[in-house]
């Protein structure tokens, strides 16, 4: 039936209203600086990376903190407020993963509608109401919902998250089913495979190198797909059957994961395409279709740019490396596995996590809860000490100074001999 151009349900478009004015901008990086700023890390990046106070020294890597995607974020957060002066402005989630930069953004009014105690239900926002959309992005329903609705959007994606969108869209346009190596659960991830199902296309992602080898072993050998999908469950779009969905496959990753997992990760799954392919095109076999496998490397070049930094600063001996940032942080974590790997590490939220010189608290990776640890190499101050330190994309770095005097502090030195030391 019909519907006479009259009677149709008009949809509410918000006016679009710029603000990244230069005059706003310049205001908001002004107070952003101000919230965030460190002299003690300017200290340290003018000397190297390197300060020694009798026998402690505190080396920073030359790439941390804050990434120009979370910088832009939150200087449009800061904007919205000046901007939307006396109007309820909503944050989709956390503009960025730590609880610090969270907070303030709190005291300034910006309040939430997801997780456990949203301030507002979504079905309720409408005209007179400002949405932030965060670094990750949000889901595709639920940004046409808001935009359907009236919402002014403040959109911070990340023009990083944006290009594995476009790899995504293409994927599903060439009839491609989209293999996500990220957290099924991360808000990247499921912003960027709610792409995938735009075209009605397939995703299915993969976190670990175990269950990259299982799809391996379907794609080469087939099984039941029940066990598949149980072994999957909530990482797969609705739909999704790996006995047809998994004949052409185009990889992509959430922006933050580790750039040498990720890479084994696509050699092992091209290879098990490879492998049935050749099977197939033998007599008998689906000669038609050639290249079922696609990648492309959606690393950003922030994160690859902090692990680059730590492996560098890895190189050279150290007795721990403490890694600065917010527990749900992806691309913080990874630079935990990396440290973890050569040197104990410890994955701490702030300078409040190094108790004193003999307790440390910090995230434990494989418990997945904050658990506290004796920090032996620091303990004895008549031993010479080195302390790395790193910070993920997402943590300011006046949280980066507040860990380097405690490590000073906690070795007997005041703030005032660290500002003064040469
Ligand atoms: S970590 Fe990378 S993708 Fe994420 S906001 Fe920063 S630059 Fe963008």
């Given at each position: 039936?019909?519907?006479?151009?009259?009677?149709?349900p008009?949809?509410?478009r918000?006016k679009?209203i710029?603000?990244?004015?230069?005059?706003?901008?310049?205001r908001v990086?002004?107070?952003?600086e101000?919230?965030?700023?460190?002299?003690?890390v300017?200290?340290?990046?003018?000397?190297?990376?390197?300060?020694t106070l009798?026998n402690t020294t505190?080396?920073l890597?030359?790439?941390?903190?804050?990434?120009?995607g979370?910088?832009?974020?939150i200087d449009l957060a800061?904007?919205?407020?000046?901007v939307?002066t006396?109007?309820?402005?909503?944050?989709?989630?956390?503009i960025?993963?730590?609880?610090?930069v969270?907070?303030?953004?709190r005291?300034?009014e910006i309040k939430?509608?997801?997780g456990?105690?949203p301030?507002?239900?979504?079905?309720?926002?409408g005209?007179?109401?400002?949405?932030i959309?965060p670094?990750?992005?949000a889901?595709?329903?639920?940004?046409?919902q808001?935009?359907?609705?009236?919402?002014?959007?403040?959109?911070?994606?990340?023009?990083d998250?944006?290009?594995?969108?476009?790899?995504v869209?293409?994927?599903t346009?060439?009839?491609?089913?989209?293999i996500?190596?990220?957290k099924?659960?991360?808000?990247?991830t499921?912003?960027?495979a709610?792409?995938a199902?735009s075209?009605g296309?397939?995703y299915?992602?993969i976190?670990?190198l175990?269950?990259?080898?299982?799809l391996?072993d379907?794609?080469?050998?087939?099984g039941?797909?029940?066990?598949f999908?149980l072994r999957?469950?909530g990482?797969?779009?609705d739909?999704?059957?790996?006995?047809?969905?998994?004949?052409?496959?185009g990889v992509?990753?959430?922006?933050?994961?580790?750039?040498g997992?990720t890479?084994?990760?696509?050699?092992?799954i091209a290879?098990a395409v490879?492998?049935?392919?050749?099977?197939?095109?033998?007599p008998?076999?689906?000669?038609?279709?050639?290249?079922?496998?696609q990648?492309?490397?959606?690393?950003?070049?922030?994160t690859q740019?902090?692990q680059d930094a730590?492996?560098?600063?890895?190189?050279?001996?150290?007795?721990?490396?403490?890694?600065?940032g917010?527990y749900n942080?992806s691309?913080?974590?990874h630079?935990v596995?990396?440290?973890?790997?050569?040197v104990p590490?410890f994955?701490?939220?702030?300078?409040?996590?190094?108790?004193?010189l003999?307790?440390?608290?910090?995230?434990?990776?494989?418990?997945?809860t904050e658990?506290?640890?004796?920090?032996g190499?620091i303990?004895?101050?008549?031993?010479p000490?080195?302390?790395g330190?790193?910070?993920?994309?997402?943590?300011?770095?006046n949280?980066?100074e507040?860990?380097?005097?405690?490590?000073?502090?906690?070795r007997?030195?005041?703030r005032?001999?660290?500002?003064?030391?040469?």
């Amino acid at each position: 039936m019909s519907t006479s151009k009259e009677n149709r349900p008009v949809k509410k478009r918000a006016k679009r209203i710029n603000i990244r004015t230069p005059a706003i901008m310049q205001r908001v990086q002004a107070e952003v600086e101000e919230h965030y700023r460190s002299s003690i890390v300017e200290k340290l990046q003018k000397q190297d990376g390197r300060l020694t106070l009798g026998n402690t020294t505190v080396r920073l890597a030359k790439q941390f903190g804050f990434c120009y995607g979370v910088e832009r974020a939150i200087d449009l957060a800061y904007a919205a407020r000046r901007v939307f002066t006396g109007k309820n402005i909503y944050l989709i989630g956390e503009i960025i993963h730590n609880p610090e930069v969270n907070r303030q953004l709190r005291e300034m009014e910006i309040k939430n509608i997801s997780g456990d105690r949203p301030d507002a239900q979504i079905s309720d926002l409408g005209e007179d109401d400002v949405v932030i959309v965060p670094a990750f992005g949000a889901e595709l329903t639920l940004m046409n919902q808001l935009k359907a609705q009236g919402c002014q959007m403040v959109d911070t994606t990340c023009g990083d998250v944006m290009s594995v969108w476009k790899r995504v869209r293409k994927y599903t346009k060439e009839h491609y089913t989209s293999i996500i190596h990220g957290k099924a659960d991360h808000e990247e991830t499921r912003a960027t495979a709610s792409r995938a199902l735009s075209g009605g296309g397939h995703y299915l992602v993969i976190l670990t190198l175990e269950d990259c080898d299982y799809l391996c072993d379907y794609i080469r050998n087939g099984g039941e797909s029940g066990d598949f999908l149980l072994r999957f469950q909530g990482a797969y779009s609705d739909g999704f059957d790996p006995a047809m969905h998994l004949k052409k496959i185009g990889v992509a990753n959430q922006t933050t994961m580790l750039k040498g997992e990720t890479e084994e990760l696509q050699r092992r799954i091209a290879q098990a395409v490879a492998d049935r392919d050749h099977a197939l095109d033998g007599p008998g076999g689906d000669k038609e279709e050639k290249n079922r496998f696609q990648f492309f490397d959606t690393i950003c070049g922030a994160t690859q740019d902090r692990q680059d930094a730590l492996f560098e600063m890895l190189k050279e001996p150290m007795d721990m490396l403490l890694v600065v940032g917010g527990y749900n942080s992806s691309n913080t974590t990874h630079l935990v596995e990396i440290g973890d790997q050569q040197v104990p590490s410890f994955f701490i939220r702030n300078a409040e996590c190094l108790k004193n010189l003999e307790q440390i608290v910090h995230f434990d990776l494989e418990e997945k809860t904050e658990i506290s640890a004796y920090s032996g190499s620091i303990l004895d101050l008549a031993n010479p000490v080195t302390v790395g330190v790193t910070a993920g994309a997402s943590c300011p770095n006046n949280l980066i100074e507040d860990v380097i005097s405690r490590v000073f502090q906690m070795r007997g030195h005041t703030r005032e001999e660290i500002l003064g030391a040469e």
